[in-house]
Every structure is written in structure tokens, then in C-alpha cells.
């Protein structure tokens, strides 16, 4: 797997990328590990998903396609399983059905067409119809989809089971970058920020995770070629050592974007992951094992 060229490193190199066939438009992690993604390609109106090992980047499965090519979407990841979803029509952004997948193998566990997804928690998933005049509850088997509980008289023990499953992370110590305001962050760690966005008119604000001795920051520029009424703007990737004060690898993460796009890097120790140049998933080590 080769180096990403266009980053300035200190300490600090990229550990490995795998590159989609397509871009990446979402990635989850599994509680073992595994990142699984989709990628689109819109000229081709088509949808596939990978999975990868989040400490090597070898690839587990990929490029699993259905027969519904563009209608559908990553929903979440619980346990070992890979949960997608449909549309109940196609132009409408109303989910419907579930289809789960074995995260290691990439093979159809089970499926059902008829409900949405809601939430998931401790082996179950958690889904709804909604009917003319009322929303109906059932609770399926994560690892064989039977409907074990119906919901009918009331919703409010699945709202209370979910404001508790909110509060349990499925992946531990999974961390994803704050929008923040510089004026709210220590002087310290604004005093960074500053010396790096000197100079640079930035929209949409400044996202960071600070994590063990480490500052990671990411921001968009707006490009010297923008106009109002074409916006262009580069998204920047920066890593900060807090005890030296510099950084240890610096970046753009994509270039010429047409707006904004929050959320473009993550924790996972020993890694932050990045996506660069919308299809190639990015690992850099940040901790020893």
C-alpha cells in the first residue's frame, strides 16, 4: 500500500490506506475492529460496500453489490453485524427494510422489507411501521431477525430503551471530532489553532479531538479561485504534538470541494482515520499499541 505523497510528516507517517471503488460516503467501526464503508459512484448511480481490518487496512470483503444498486445505504453496525438499508421509494429520503450481513464474511444473514430501522441494543434491533394513525414497535433478533417483541399499546418502554442504548457506545473509545468555538477552547490549545489558520478565510469552523498529548484539527479554507456563485474550498488535516507545540503531520484531505463536510476524521486508539481525496480510507498511528 503506498504513502500518501501530498502530507508533511514530523514523527508521523501514514501507516496504511486502502483506496474504494468509488467515493466513500460512510464508515463505521465493529466492536472488533472492522471499518466498514460504503462508497458511491454517481456517474454510474451505483452503491458497493467494503470491509476492512482497522489495524492492517487489508481488505476483509469488498465491493458487495446488490441487486438494488443506488437505493440504499449503510444504517448501522451492531456486534458482528452490518445492518443496510432501503427507500420506501425511490426519490424519497424515508428509509425502509433492513438487510443484515455477517461482518466478517460479507454473507446475508437475514432481512425484512417491511420495517425501518430504529435503534439497536444488547443483541436486539429495534424497528417501526408506521401505520395510518400510530407507529407499531417490534424488536428483532440481531443474529437471526425473528421478531421476538411487538410494540403495539405504547412506544414509551422503546423510548426509554433508547435514550439508554444513546448512552452505551457499541465501539469503545471510538472518538469523532467537536465543532469548536476557539474563544471556548484553553488558551493553549487556541493559541495552536490561530497560528495555523493565520492568514486563511475559513467557513463552517474548526472541528477537534484533543486525545493524549495530541491536537487534531480540521478546517476548510475557502480557495483563492472561490466565488459566490461557485464556492470552492480545501479541507485541511492537521496533527499537533501539545508537549512540542508543532505539528507532526499536515495535509489537505480534499481539495476543491463544493461546500463544507463535517466529521472527516476519527479516533480509534492507536489510529486517527481519515478519508483523502474522497476514496482512499487513511490510517496514521498515533499511540504504541
Avoid at 482497522?54 to 469488498?62: E, L, R
Wanted: aromatic share 12%.
Amino acid at each position: 500500500m503506498k504513502i500518501l505523497s501530498l502530507f508533511r510528516t514530523g514523527q508521523l507517517k501514514v501507516e496504511w490506506t486502502y483506496t474504494a471503488h468509488g467515493s466513500i460516503w460512510r464508515i463505521l467501526v465493529s466492536k472488533a475492529g472492522r471499518i466498514v464503508g460504503e462508497c458511491r459512484s454517481q456517474d454510474k448511480k451505483t452503491t458497493s460496500f467494503f470491509c476492512v481490518d482497522g489495524s492492517t487496512g487489508a481488505p476483509v470483503w469488498q465491493d458487495l453489490r446488490l441487486q438494488e444498486s443506488w437505493w440504499i445505504g449503510i444504517e448501522a453496525v451492531h456486534d458482528n453485524v452490518l445492518i443496510l438499508h432501503g427507500f420506501a421509494e425511490p426519490d424519497l429520503p424515508v428509509h425502509r427494510g433492513l438487510m443484515a450481513f455477517d461482518v466478517e464474511t460479507g454473507a446475508e444473514r437475514w432481512r425484512n422489507d417491511e420495517l425501518t430501522y430504529w435503534f439497536g441494543h444488547r443483541g436486539q434491533v429495534y424497528a417501526h411501521r408506521d401505520l395510518f394513525e400510530k407507529r407499531i414497535g417490534y424488536a428483532l433478533n440481531l443474529d437471526t431477525g425473528v421478531v421476538e417483541q411487538t410494540y403495539e399499546e405504547s412506544l414509551e418502554p422503546l423510548h426509554n430503551l433508547r435514550k439508554q442504548a444513546s448512552g452505551e457506545p457499541d465501539v469503545e473509545g471510538l472518538r469523532f471530532p467537536e465543532l469548536t468555538n476557539l474563544g471556548s477552547l484553553e488558551a493553549s490549545l487556541g493559541a495552536l489553532i490561530e497560528r495555523e489558520i493565520r492568514g486563511k478565510k475559513i467557513a463552517g469552523g474548526t472541528e477537534v479531538i484533543v486525545e493524549d498529548g495530541f491536537l487534531l484539527l480540521s478546517y476548510h479554507s475557502v480557495r483563492p479561485d472561490s466565488t459566490i456563485e461557485s464556492p470552492l474550498y480545501d479541507n485541511h488535516f492537521v496533527i499537533f504534538d501539545l508537549e512540542k507545540r508543532r505539528s507532526l503531520f499536515t495535509g489537505i484531505l480534499v481539495q476543491n470541494a463544493r461546500a463544507p463536510v463535517p466529521d472527516s476524521f476519527f479516533v480509534k486508539s492507536p489510529f486517527v482515520y481519515f478519508v483523502k481525496d474522497l476514496n482512499t480510507l487513511t490510517a496514521v498511528r498515533l499511540w504504541k499499541s
